[in-house]
């Protein structure tokens, strides 16, 4: 749904709430991050506070608006204050102010050269509603709504990433002070709680939980790099393994920026694995007030942390990078998808789940554990389910993108109702290279959607698979269409589909339907392709 779409849907949820009787001005007066007063330790290495006690609320507003995680964020926590000149490991320098349309964040340098951020814990979800009367009406319902989020999430979820095998930044709690290294920041950023982390940027080789990759991509360049080149590639069973993590955690906002990407060179190219980043969302609960839950039906993507995966639920979870996962996870069979599924559940034991549990502030560790650990086991058990359905959902429709240089892309019978799709690069005075191999199943894919982008490709159909509708988007180059006797006399319907663009000629051949490219503009050459992802968050 678009940020208008929900606007519209919380200004319909509020509507009701004013006329059972719970006028939003009862959030009015939630107070500003770092505004709770800090408890200093004689020594003043520590402070005691509470992250977000404004979120603490009555019984009737809690069976309206939802328990949350309240009692969490309003519970007092002992926290080390970090002074930047005087840091633990090296002195820390501000650089640049930033955050999205809900956090503030900070992005320090050390004397060393690296690079880390700090994160504010309480976020502020009426920064992303118009500035107006919308703001001046929702902003106080919608500042309250951040009890949904798991303040110490993130902490939980490290460990948890590694424990799976998954890259990871490594997230501490600290308090920063009235610090007058703050310099032109100290007014914005002084007295509060933050996470503090390394930022996945540039040479990491000093930092093995991003794999001491030389070289941090952010989605943009990776994904400009895979369409550009064969020779560049995602390796798509530690991408699938941090995804099976996010449904696991809970963690459904994982748009294209909540990711980085550490390069490597092997076999001659670059393979790209996957950083997961900001875990604001792990374990997000929302549907347990009788309102939130109304309105979590509108917003299917908002989906609750509880002891039970529905299958239905997979969907939601994994909308916010459907575009990502069609084009990373491509390659992919069934078989992929169940082994990878069976070994996070190995890799999940109880241990690590109990050892990830005591990540968070001591004060809260007995709640989170009560809360989590139960939930976290029995979810563990429904992996290799929600890993099928996961399949299921992206094997429907499923993408195969080339890049802007040529490739072959033959397609040929693998069994009753199957075809085998063979990606090639093309290189002249060479044999073409083999660049991915997949077997499709009608009972599984309904379409298969090949795109050239631009180079001089070719696609040779060599069998049609009845239930199966194969669509050619040829793109910029001068691509052409093999379609074999044997193929023309299969294709008795018209499941072979050629989507040209306007005004570029097409093929007359039996057994091909020809059609006009709806969106040129998306399938044409691999700048267009990066228009499909959300690259502007």
């Given at each position: 749904?678009?940020?208008?779409?929900?606007?519209?849907?919380?200004?319909?949820?509020?509507?009701?709430?004013?006329?059972?009787?719970?006028?939003?001005?009862?959030?009015?007066?939630?107070?500003?991050?770092?505004?709770?007063?800090?408890?200093?330790?004689?020594?003043?290495?520590?402070?005691?506070?509470?992250?977000?006690?404004?979120?603490?609320?009555?019984?009737?507003?809690?069976?309206?608006?939802?328990?949350?995680?309240?009692?969490?964020?309003?519970?007092?926590?002992?926290?080390?204050?970090?002074?930047?000149?005087?840091?633990?490991?090296?002195?820390?320098?501000?650089?640049?102010?930033?955050?999205?349309?809900?956090?503030?964040?900070?992005?320090?340098?050390?004397?060393?050269?690296?690079?880390?951020?700090?994160?504010?814990?309480?976020?502020?979800?009426?920064?992303?509603?118009?500035?107006?009367?919308?703001?001046?009406?929702?902003?106080?319902?919608?500042?309250?709504?951040?009890?949904?989020?798991?303040?110490?999430?993130?902490?939980?979820?490290?460990?948890?990433?590694?424990?799976?095998?998954?890259?990871?930044?490594?997230?501490?709690?600290?308090?920063?002070?009235?610090?007058?290294?703050?310099?032109?920041?100290?007014?914005?950023?002084?007295?509060?709680?933050?996470?503090?982390?390394?930022?996945?940027?540039?040479?990491?080789?000093?930092?093995?939980?991003?794999?001491?990759?030389?070289?941090?991509?952010?989605?943009?360049?990776?994904?400009?790099?895979?369409?550009?080149?064969?020779?560049?590639?995602?390796?798509?069973?530690?991408?699938?393994?941090?995804?099976?993590?996010?449904?696991?955690?809970?963690?459904?906002?994982?748009?294209?920026?909540?990711?980085?990407?550490?390069?490597?060179?092997?076999?001659?190219?670059?393979?790209?694995?996957?950083?997961?980043?900001?875990?604001?969302?792990?374990?997000?609960?929302?549907?347990?007030?009788?309102?939130?839950?109304?309105?979590?039906?509108?917003?299917?993507?908002?989906?609750?942390?509880?002891?039970?995966?529905?299958?239905?639920?997979?969907?939601?979870?994994?909308?916010?990078?459907?575009?990502?996962?069609?084009?990373?996870?491509?390659?992919?069979?069934?078989?992929?998808?169940?082994?990878?599924a069976d070994s996070l559940q190995?890799?999940?034991?109880?241990?690590?789940?109990?050892?990830?549990?005591?990540?968070?502030?001591?004060?809260?560790?007995?709640?989170?554990?009560?809360?989590?650990?139960?939930?976290?086991?029995?979810?563990?058990?429904?992996?290799?389910?929600?890993?099928?359905?996961?399949?299921e959902l992206l094997a429907e429709?499923?993408?195969?993108?080339?890049?802007?240089?040529?490739?072959?892309?033959?397609?040929?019978?693998?069994?009753?109702?199957?075809l085998r799709l063979r990606v090639?690069?093309?290189?002249?005075?060479?044999?073409?290279?083999?660049?991915?191999?997949?077997?499709?199943?009608?009972?599984?894919?309904?379409?298969?959607?090949?795109?050239?982008?631009?180079?001089?490709?070719?696609?040779?159909?060599?069998?049609?698979?009845?239930?199966?509708?194969?669509?050619?988007?040829?793109?910029?180059?001068?691509?052409?269409?093999?379609?074999?006797?044997?193929?023309?006399?299969?294709?008795?319907?018209?499941?072979?589909?050629?989507?040209?663009?306007?005004?570029?000629?097409?093929?007359?051949?039996?057994?091909?339907?020809?059609?006009?490219?709806?969106?040129?503009?998306?399938?044409?050459?691999?700048?267009?392709?990066?228009?499909?992802?959300?690259?502007?968050?």
């Open positions: 749904m678009s940020r208008g779409g929900l606007l519209r849907v919380w200004g319909t949820v509020a509507g009701a709430a004013a006329a059972v009787g719970l006028g939003l001005a009862g959030c009015s007066h939630t107070a500003p991050p770092g505004s709770a007063l800090a408890q200093w330790a004689p020594d003043s290495a520590t402070v005691k506070l509470a992250a977000g006690p404004q979120y603490a609320r009555g019984p009737v507003w809690r069976f309206f608006w939802g328990e949350h995680y309240r009692s969490l964020w309003a519970t007092p926590v002992t926290v080390p204050v970090i002074r930047l000149a005087r840091a633990e490991l090296d002195s820390l320098t501000p650089m640049r102010a930033g955050g999205s349309y809900q956090s503030r964040t900070l992005r320090l340098r050390t004397a060393a050269g690296h690079q880390l951020v700090l994160r504010s814990v309480d976020k502020d979800m009426s920064r992303a509603l118009p500035a107006g009367w919308m703001r001046n009406w929702l902003s106080g319902l919608m500042r309250d709504q951040t009890s949904v989020s798991q303040p110490y999430g993130a902490y939980i979820a490290a460990p948890l990433a590694e424990a799976a095998g998954v890259y990871h930044a490594n997230p501490r709690l600290v308090y920063l002070a009235n610090d007058p290294a703050l310099g032109k920041f100290q007014p914005g950023y002084a007295n509060a709680l933050y996470l503090l982390e390394e930022r996945a940027e540039g040479d990491q080789e000093h930092q093995a939980s991003f794999g001491g990759s030389r070289a941090i991509f952010n989605s943009h360049r990776m994904l400009a790099a895979l369409r550009q080149s064969p020779s560049y590639q995602p390796d798509a069973r530690a991408y699938l393994r941090a995804r099976l993590l996010d449904m696991w955690l809970g963690d459904w906002s994982r748009r294209e920026d909540q990711w980085r990407w550490a390069s490597f060179l092997e076999g001659g190219g670059v393979v790209f694995r996957p950083i997961p980043r900001d875990r604001d969302q792990a374990f997000f609960r929302f549907d347990d007030g009788v309102l939130t839950r109304l309105l979590s039906w509108f917003l299917p993507k908002f989906q609750s942390f509880h002891a039970t995966i529905k299958p239905g639920s997979v969907e939601g979870l994994t909308r916010t990078a459907r575009a990502l996962d069609r084009t990373l996870l491509s390659t992919l069979s069934a078989e992929d998808f169940r082994q990878e190995r890799r999940l034991s109880d241990a690590a789940i109990a050892q990830a549990l005591t990540a968070g502030p001591k004060e809260t560790q007995a709640t989170i554990a009560e809360q989590l650990g139960p939930a976290l086991q029995a979810r563990r058990a429904q992996l290799p389910a929600v890993a099928r359905r996961y399949f429709e499923a993408w195969v993108p080339g890049t802007d240089r040529a490739e072959r892309f033959e397609l040929t019978g693998a069994g009753p109702g199957q090639l690069a093309i290189r002249p005075a060479r044999p073409d290279s083999l660049i991915s191999e997949r077997v499709y199943a009608q009972h599984d894919t309904k379409k298969l959607s090949l795109y050239g982008l631009a180079g001089n490709d070719v696609f040779t159909i060599d069998a049609a698979a009845p239930g199966i509708a194969v669509a050619l988007y040829p793109g910029e180059g001068q691509d052409r269409v093999v379609l074999p006797a044997a193929a023309k006399a299969e294709a008795a319907k018209p499941l072979i589909l050629w989507y040209g663009r306007p005004g570029s000629p097409a093929p007359t051949l039996p057994g091909l339907t020809v059609e006009q490219d709806p969106e040129p503009w998306l399938s044409a050459t691999a700048a267009g392709w990066l228009r499909r992802y959300n690259l502007q968050d």
